[in-house]
T-cell receptor
Framework: DGGITQSPKYLFRKEGQNVTLSCEQNLNHDAMYWYRQDPGQGLRLIYYSQIVNDFQKGDIAEGYSVSREKKESFPLTVTSAQKNPTAFYLC??????????????FGSGTRLTVV | KNEVEQSPQNLTAQEGEFITINCSYSVGISALHWLQQHPGGGIVSLFMLSSGKKKHGRLIATINIQEKHSSLHITASHPRDSAVYICAVRRAQKLVFGQGTRLTINP
């Protein structure tokens, strides 16, 4: 079955360490997205990519980095520069990021806790 | 004021009740999504609307573009409907999300 796989589901890291969250999709979608969710707040866009080897900053990109070397993969690195990294991270994809009525597919998320 | 506002933030009801969750937005959009998030965190897309009404099983979603308002209805609610329901609007190449409505259905 096609879908998005995020791993790991739970991740613990010490303060000051970089950590990379994995997101893989086998839906042949061009666009991929990373969102952050904090308690009581809506999802906020960190980065998105419309095509391989291209990505754009979202609303809260500071302290994060991404790469899009393959269509299927869009890993997110939470760097030590991110001041408050403990959160729930969701990856999503869609057939295209251009205008048009298309649906989104979401992963199951990674809960990152920095201690 | 957030671009997407949902109400209520929390809703508790008894099994069998008719449920309504509301979403208002303040910007021009090309589509509106209703999403369901279960306690484990994964999100499932329920509906994508650009006009009118859609129905899937016990779920009904409506949108009024002129009034910038959408509603999600659940008929004959069941404890397994307990989840967070999220409204999101598509503006250009991005989704803007509401803060979610936590629904609890008691047996």
């Amino acid at each position: 079955d096609g879908g998005i796989t995020q791993s790991p589901k739970y991740l613990f890291r010490k303060e000051g360490q970089n950590v990379t969250l994995s997101c893989e999709q086998n839906l042949n979608h061009d666009a991929m997205y990373w969102y952050r969710q904090d308690p009581g707040q809506g999802l906020r866009l960190i980065y998105y990519s419309q095509i391989v080897n291209d990505f754009q900053k979202g609303d809260i990109a500071e302290g994060y980095s991404v790469s899009r070397e393959k269509k299927e993969s869009f890993p997110l690195t939470v760097t030590s520069a991110q001041k408050n990294p403990t959160a729930f991270y969701l990856c999503a994809s869609s057939p295209t990021a251009w205008q048009g009525n298309y649906g989104y597919t979401f992963g199951s998320g990674t809960r990152l806790t920095v201690v | 004021k957030n671009e997407v506002e949902q109400s209520p933030q929390n809703l508790t009801a008894q099994e069998g009740e008719f449920i309504t969750i509301n979403c208002s937005y303040s910007v021009g959009i090309s589509a509106l999504h209703w999403l369901q998030q279960h306690p484990g965190g994964g999100i499932v897309s329920l509906f994508m609307l650009s006009s009118g009404k859609k129905k899937h099983g016990r779920l009904i979603a409506t949108i009024n573009i002129q009034e910038k308002h959408s509603s999600l209805h659940i008929t004959a609610s069941h404890p397994r409907d307990s989840a967070v329901y999220i409204c999101a609007v598509r503006r250009a190449q991005k989704l803007v999300f509401g803060q979610g409505t936590r629904l609890t259905i008691n047996p």
